[in-house]
């Protein structure tokens, strides 16, 4: 597909787990954003990627929380340990550099019981 | 932290009317852009002004600027139930074109 693509759609983790979540964004795209969004709140920064790489990471809210994006296209974003205040909807963006509207992917729902 | 406001945070209005939303934020931006999120699924990018417009028309949306105010508000006109979505206003930070910061949004609901 065209669009910007995020798997797994739903994730549920056991607290103190390890999870990796994975975002394909549209083909050609430099930039790529991630966002949380809690549930009734609107998305809010976490990262962002310029290529390969990351030009912001100011939104992270704990040094459990870690992505990446080594060839510059594929970003993973990985929480360690995770807590159940880490439940949420996670969004991938992307857009084309110089251009402020961003393309988002259908998120990961994550669930930490 | 949301950059500001959406109100009301939620509206219900019969099939065919218009709905208004508005949005407020804290910071000097140089544009302000609207998304729209179906229940369960991504964010839509609607319209994009910029700080030097006042007023913008796409389709059946009407957006609107007041920066002394810091302020926007957007109009669907003629709404159908396929409208029925949360509505969110975006700004990106530090005046570049990157992060967006959004506010709390609307959730709108169309009857039917």
């Known amino acids: 597909g065209a669009g910007v693509s995020q798997s797994p759609r739903y994730k549920v983790a056991k607290r103190g787990q390890d999870v990796a979540l994975r975002c394909d964004p549209i083909s050609g795209h430099v930039s790529l954003f991630w966002y949380q969004q809690a549930l009734g709140q609107g998305p809010e920064f976490l990262t962002y990627?310029?290529?390969?790489?990351?030009?912001?990471k100011s939104g992270l809210p704990s040094d459990r929380f870690f992505a990446e994006r080594p060839e510059g296209s594929v970003s993973t974003l990985k929480i360690q340990r995770t807590q159940q205040e880490d439940s949420a909807v996670y969004l991938c963006?992307?857009?084309?550099?110089?251009?402020?509207?961003?393309?988002f992917g259908p998120g990961t729902r994550l669930t930490v019981t | 932290s949301q950059q500001g406001e959406e109100d009301p945070q939620a509206l219900s209005i019969q099939e065919g009317e218009n709905a208004t939303m508005n949005c407020s934020y804290k910071?000097?931006?140089?544009?302000l852009q609207w998304y729209r999120q179906n229940s369960g699924r991504g964010l839509v990018h609607l319209i994009l002004i910029r700080s030097n417009e006042r007023e913008k028309h796409s389709g059946r949306l009407r957006v609107t600027l007041d920066t002394s105010k810091k302020s926007s508000s957007l109009l669907i006109t003629a709404s159908r139930a396929a409208d029925t979505a949360s509505y969110f206003c975006a700004t990106p930070t530090n005046f570049g074109n990157e992060k967006l910061t959004f506010g709390t949004g609307t959730r709108l609901t169309i009857i039917p």
């Open positions: 963006a992307s857009s084309v550099y110089g251009e402020t509207e961003q393309y």
């Open positions: 990627f310029q290529n390969e790489a990351q030009l912001d």
């Open positions: 910071t000097s931006i140089n544009n």
